[in-house]
């Protein structure tokens, strides 16, 4: 079993900053595929950015330009770096992540999410 711990939420004034941890831990052969996901009250979930195990990276056009995902293979953590937040950003975002728990064997996991408020 793997547990995907996300921490960095909170509450930001628009253009400001939060910096968002996904933590893997449990039992990890590695680590394929990872994504931050959001999913703000009443919509739908969207898919913010993904990174391969490789470091590629890519971004939905809404956040282009303003949030970088970045990973430590040897931590087992991916990163959102958000800047320039805007009210629209504000939503329970989520980390997504492939895990190989064998080297046969991989199964997909969700962590709980984490909160994040853009307002003045």
């Known amino acids: 079993q793997v547990q995907l711990v996300e921490s960095g939420g909170g509450l930001v004034q628009p253009g400001g900053s939060l910096r968002l941890s996904c933590a893997a831990s449990?039992?990890?052969?590695?680590?394929?595929?990872m994504a931050w996901y959001r999913q703000a009250p009443g919509k739908e979930r969207e898919l913010v950015a993904t990174?391969?195990?490789?470091?590629?990276?890519n971004y939905a056009d809404s956040v282009k330009g303003r949030f970088t995902i970045v990973r430590d293979n040897a931590k087992n953590t991916m990163y959102l770096q958000m800047n320039s937040l805007k009210p629209e950003d504000t939503a329970v975002y989520l980390c997504?992540?492939?895990?190989?728990?064998?080297?046969?064997?991989?199964?997909?996991?969700w962590g709980q999410g984490t909160q994040v408020t853009v307002s003045s």
């Open positions: 449990g039992s990890i052969f590695s680590i394929g595929y």
């Open positions: 997504n992540a492939d895990v190989w728990e064998t080297y046969y064997q991989h199964v997909n996991y």
């Open positions: 990174i391969t195990s490789s470091g590629t990276s």
